[in-house]
């Protein structure tokens, strides 16, 4: 079936540091992929989406490309800061259905 | 604030208690969900349900009963639960289901500990 994987956290970073956190997906046909974050003591939030190969999402600073040959969706930032600190959770849509990874904690230190 | 709202926040029952949790939407939206989010684990779809019908049902145990009056309302009913259940569980709304794409808005989700 449908899956997605993410890489485990957590990751520390300082401030203006470069992210990247990895997603890759496993689905049949072409599915839309999403990056969700959610602050602590709230609920997810859609950060990004991209619905076909090759599309670029991009919010807030970061980014993810659609890579159909490579079967991913990598999430990056060229400067994080303290703010960003949450957890990511990479997701696709199959057969109707959103399919979460486990979701990558990020800290950011001051 | 994301227009979904869950009551209560924090719940501690025992095992052999019945409670129930709410979810109310604002958005004027035709779908909603209930997740299970525990540590480690990818975010479980336990139900679904579409202009008031249950669409999907994910090999839910029958401790967990869902609900739904209306659009802008989303029961889970909990009855004889087990310590394994403890978990955040969030509700979640669309505007629809069914289609290949479709943003899904969050509410904070009920933190529940079974003892």
């Known amino acids: 079936g449908d899956s997605v994987t993410q890489m485990e956290g957590p990751v520390t970073l300082s401030e203006e540091a470069f992210l990247t956190i990895n997603c890759t997906y496993t689905?049949?046909?072409?599915?839309?992929l999403f990056w969700y974050v959610q602050y602590p003591g709230e609920g997810l939030q859609l950060l990004l989406k991209?619905?076909?190969?090759?599309d670029k999402g991009s919010n807030k600073g970061f980014e993810a490309t659609y890579r159909k040959e490579t079967t991913s969706f990598h999430l990056e930032k060229g400067s994080v800061q303290v703010s960003d600190s949450a957890v990511y959770f990479c997701?696709?849509?199959?057969?109707?259905?959103?399919?979460f990874g486990t979701g990558t904690r990020l800290k950011v230190l001051a | 604030e994301t227009g979904v709202t869950q009551t209560p926040r924090h719940l501690v029952m025992g095992m052999t208690n019945k409670k129930s949790l709410k979810c109310e939407q604002h958005?004027?939206?035709?779908?909603m969900y209930w997740y299970k989010q525990s540590a480690k684990k990818p975010l479980e779809l336990m139900f679904v349900?579409?202009?008031?019908?249950?669409?999907e049902n994910n090999s839910v145990p029958s401790r967990f009963s869902p609900e739904c009056p209306n659009s802008s309302h989303l029961f889970l009913h909990l009855h004889t639960l087990q310590p394994e259940d403890s978990a955040l569980y969030l509700c979640?709304?669309?505007?629809?289901?069914?289609?290949?794409?479709?943003?899904?808005?969050f509410g904070p989700g009920t933190r529940l500990t079974v003892t």
């Open positions: 689905a049949t046909g072409y599915p839309s």
């Open positions: 349900y579409s202009l008031e019908e249950r669409v």
């Open positions: 991209a619905t076909k190969a090759d």
């Open positions: 958005l004027g939206h035709n779908a």
């Open positions: 997701a696709l849509t199959g057969t109707y259905k959103y399919i």
């Open positions: 979640a709304s669309s505007q629809d289901f069914g289609t290949d794409y479709y943003e899904q808005y």
